[in-house]
């Protein structure tokens, strides 16, 4: 496949130097890598948000108010084709008799308003995400966890935590409770680079008792 996006499947970029979005904020080194699907982060992967190329003057106008956002943090891996949506309710009730987002210039005066916000979609630090899942809006992804590939994602995600399937589950945490309270107190993807680098023979394994260690010395 030919493409001067993503010429390889080996390859991919860091999502922040390409966000045109206000209402996308991304962390250094989280990397997004498309080359099955070919677009762009932010036109391939973030559905339905105010403030892209094809609704910049709509948002600039401020008709539709605040909105809610996508925030990514830092050291994430997001595979070929993720989406995350977002726009609450896209504007469709399921708890009106119809779901249909009326004009009120052609149905009337009486037309309610029917967008619902869902709240902001904030994933954490170090998240993987796998080829083709779905990120509903307004969910919460802590740090360390993985989202299997095509699972679809409805509702918040515990730190260092492994889901699949739709709708998704927990299948498995990747550390024990007390190593993962070690992870989040260390929060390795805040440290200065130098100490992340002398560190990296820890942080390319599974001792995290001794990476701790390693954090009390040098980092704390």
């Not at 949506?85 to 009326?102: A, C, E, K, V, Y």
Request: contains cysteine.
């Amino acid at each position: 496949m030919e493409s001067s996006i993503f010429p390889s499947w080996l390859g991919g970029y860091e999502i922040n130097r390409y966000i045109t979005n206000p209402n996308i904020k991304v962390g250094d080194y989280s990397y997004y890598s498309g080359y099955y699907h070919q677009h762009h982060f932010e036109d391939q992967c973030v559905h339905y948000l105010l403030g892209d190329k094809s609704t910049s003057e709509v948002w600039q106008s401020g008709l539709f108010g605040d909105v809610d956002h996508l925030i990514i943090g830092r050291y994430c891996s997001i595979a070929t084709g993720v989406v995350f949506m977002l726009s609450g309710n896209q504007g469709h009730r399921h708890d009106w008799i119809s779901t249909f987002p009326f004009d009120f210039q052609e149905f009337g005066d009486g037309v309610k308003t029917e967008i619902q916000r869902a709240g902001d979609t904030v994933v954490g630090n170090d998240v993987w995400f796998g080829a083709e899942c779905v990120i509903l809006p307004g969910v919460k992804i802590a740090d360390g966890a993985v989202i299997g590939t095509r699972a679809v994602v409805t509702k918040d995600v515990e730190p260092y935590s492994v889901v699949v399937g739709n709708p998704s589950r927990c299948v498995k945490k990747r550390f024990t409770e007390q190593q993962i309270a070690l992870l989040l107190e260390m929060q390795w993807w805040n440290w200065p680079k130098s100490a992340l680098k002398a560190a990296m023979p820890l942080m390319c394994s599974a001792q995290v008792n001794e990476l701790y260690q390693y954090y009390l010395a040098n980092v704390k």
